[in-house]
């Protein structure tokens, strides 16, 4: 099967399995509330991230369950060395997907902390290069002497969300949150693993 088969399978059963527990949570409780986040932060290397996300809220009680499309970004660099030659890679990620996560201590009239837990599914835009200023075997020559190889693709890939909020009203919380992302790799490039940690506000509308 290939990569993007498998990749529509688990965004159909993703899908179906989220619409299915929207269903039974609307179904024991009407409460619901649209919203919005946004907000910026960085990855363990210091890069810069960000995302935003439009969501729906079912409250189900002293918690709740949160449905959301989002958009992710960020510019990740990263150093390492064999021991003979130094490398500098720089990763451009843009991602879309559907992300499902699970709040508790966040009912409608509760203000105070709580806490964030999810998963979801992305389609994602990842621009690759990777230097070296000793080792000539990457594929490109580079005028310092070095070489260099770089890959624009489009993947599949999961998102794993886990994060501690705010409640300031009944509108608006804050919510720090470790998204990370783990794409598929390429035929040439082993898979990806990058963590975040984000900042965002978040307001509901209703």
């Known amino acids: 099967m290939k990569r993007s088969q498998r990749f529509g399978l688990v965004l159909i059963c993703l899908v179906t399995c989220l619409g299915t527990a929207a269903g039974n949570t609307a179904s024991a409780e009407k409460a619901g509330a649209v919203g919005i986040r946004a907000g910026v932060g960085t990855d363990i290397e210091g890069g810069l991230a960000y995302g935003a996300q439009l969501n729906y809220t079912l409250f189900q009680g002293p918690n709740a369950f949160e449905l959301g499309l989002a958009v992710f970004g960020g510019k990740f660099e990263e150093e390492s060395s064999n021991g003979y030659n130094d490398y500098f890679e720089e990763t451009n990620l843009l991602v879309f997907g559907a992300l499902a996560n699970y709040l508790f201590r966040y009912a409608m009239e509760l203000e105070g902390p709580y806490?964030?837990?999810?998963?979801?599914?992305?389609?994602?835009?990842?621009?690759?290069?990777?230097?070296?200023?000793?080792?000539?075997?990457?594929?490109?020559?580079t005028p310092d002497g070095g070489s260099m190889q770089s890959e624009d693709a489009t993947a599949a890939g999961l998102i794993l969300n886990f994060g501690i909020g705010y409640r300031l009203t009944e509108q608006f919380d804050l919510r720090a949150q470790v998204p990370t992302f783990f794409i598929s790799g390429s035929d040439d490039r082993d898979g990806k693993v990058i963590p975040t940690i984000t900042l965002t506000l978040g307001f509901n509308f209703s």
């Open 115 to 141: 806490f964030a837990a999810g998963i979801g599914v992305g389609a994602i835009s990842v621009e690759w290069e990777e230097r070296s200023p000793t080792d000539i075997s990457l594929g490109t020559p």
